[in-house]
Structures are given as structure tokens and as C-alpha cells.
């Protein structure tokens, strides 16, 4: 489980990053990068990181799912996940 702040330190950097997209989006389309610069640097949305959803682990995220590898397994494995099944040849 990785910290609560770094997993709330993600969701706050989620708020800016929507608070300023319009914004963003209007500079941009002047190629105003000077005012570009002058927000926050947390308004830019790379700087958003996936974490899983179950344990909040950055590492080995699969998008599709929002989740870990290692959440991923140990809920494919029970069945959880629906269409997934495991591979044999």
C-alpha cells in the first residue's frame, strides 16, 4: 500500500489539473507560452501519475484495468474480473 500522501497528493494534483484544463487548452490555441508558464506547474496534466486503484502502487500499472500488476493477479486469479482467464498452450 503506498502512502496516503502521495495518494493524496495525486488526487490534488487531479483538481488543478481540471480546474486549469480550459484555460490550458485556450493558451495553447494562441501559442501563448508565456502564460503558459505563469500557472502552476501542477496544472500541467503529465504531471499526474496512474496509481492502482486497490493499493495506490505506481509501478506495474496496466491501464486497462487501472490497476497494478499485483492487484491484477490476485483478482484474476479469483475470478473478479470479468473475460479474463489464464493463458495455457
Not at 508558464?37 to 496534466?45: E, F, I, K
Request: aromatic fraction near 8%; charge should be positive; proline fraction near 3%.
Amino acid at each position: 500500500m503506498a502512502k496516503k500522501s502521495w495518494i493524496e497528493r495525486n488526487k490534488r494534483k487531479q483538481k488543478t489539473v481540471e480546474k486549469y484544463a480550459a484555460i490550458r487548452a485556450a493558451l495553447k490555441a494562441n501559442r501563448d507560452y508565456e502564460g503558459l508558464a505563469q500557472l502552476p506547474r501542477d496544472a500541467s496534466p503529465t504531471r499526474l501519475i496512474n496509481r492502482c486503484q486497490q493499493s495506490g502502487r505506481r509501478r506495474g500499472f496496466i491501464r486497462r484495468f487501472r490497476l497494478s500488476r499485483i492487484a491484477f493477479r490476485e483478482l484474476a486469479s479469483q475470478g473478479m474480473i470479468p473475460g479474463v482467464t489464464k493463458s495455457s498452450w
